[in-house]
Nanobody
Framework: VQLVESGGGLVQAGDSLRLSCAAS????????MTWVRQVPGKGLEWVSS????????TYKDSVKDRFTISRDNAENTVYLQMNSLNPEDTALYFC???????????????WGQGTQVSVSS
């Protein structure tokens, strides 16, 4: 299993970024996918999750209405569109594979190396 995130960067408050996570080594369309983030000195924080068929999504309250998770099963890729970024969104963002086809907030079976998002005020 391999998950490779990309799309991070240094932006100003109010800007947008689109993160991508390219998956390989498993049947992508059968599993839910999740984005989590880690702030230095803090634990892992769940951000958003999507089920295998894109029927259901869920978001952390602080990113709801600003972030959108989506996936392209033909391209084995999951995305996180992040709008109206603020400094509190600064973190290392990881995508993670869920254990089952449903969304998940824990029980990740694989995750990538992460992509850094830094938001200046």
């Amino acid at each position: 299993v391999q998950l490779v995130e990309s799309g991070g960067g240094l932006v100003q408050a109010g800007d947008s970024l689109r993160l991508s996570c390219a998956a390989s080594g498993f049947t992508f369309e059968r599993f839910g996918m999740t984005w989590v983030r880690q702030v230095p000195g803090k634990g892992l924080e769940w951000v958003s999750s999507i089920d295998s068929s894109s029927k259901t999504t869920t978001y952390k309250d602080s990113v709801k209405d600003r972030f959108t998770i989506s996936r392209d099963n033909a391209e084995n890729t999951v995305y996180l569109q992040m709008n109206s970024l603020n400094p509190e969104d600064t973190a290392l963002y990881f995508c993670a594979k869920c254990r089952y086809s449903s969304r998940c907030i824990a029980e990740f079976t694989a995750w990538g190396q992460g992509t850094q998002v830094s938001v200046s005020s």
